[in-house]
């Protein structure tokens, strides 16, 4: 039997938050924004999913990929890469700037993943 590959929703949320504090609005400017209810975000904030549609409109909103938070297996993603490529596509960092927010983050990650039994 294959394992199927799950939405994780729980990421997805967290880095749709991160996106709207980084971008400096409010949950409310979201829903204007993308049609998606607020009553839709506050379930979301409680660990509800939304339907299609919104998803759609919060990963275009957001330039979220939901494909990226499908699981799979742990061999086929490596989050450092993950991370160093986006931080190379930034328009506001230069190479050097990427390449030292690279540095601190690996430090950071190698403190503290798990090991290898944990995995």
């Known amino acids: ?16 938050s991160t996106t709207v504090k980084v971008r400096n609005t409010t949950w409310k400017a979201v829903s204007e924004q993308t049609g998606v209810s607020q009553t839709t975000l506050s379930r979301m904030s409680l660990g509800r999913q939304p339907d299609a549609a ?3 409109a919060l990963s275009a909103w957001s330039g979220l990929d939901p494909v990226e938070f499908m699981s799979t297996p742990r061999h086929m993603r490596e989050p450092i890469a993950m991370i160093s490529k986006l931080l190379r596509e930034d328009p506001n960092l230069d190479r ?9 983050i690996t430090a950071a990650y190698d403190r503290f993943r798990r090991q290898g039994e944990d995995r």
């Open 54 to 56: 919104s998803l759609t």
């Open 1 to 16: 039997m294959t394992q199927r590959n799950r939405f994780d929703f729980p990421s997805f949320y967290a880095v749709l």
């Open 96 to 104: 050097t700037g990427a390449d030292a927010l690279e540095t601190i």
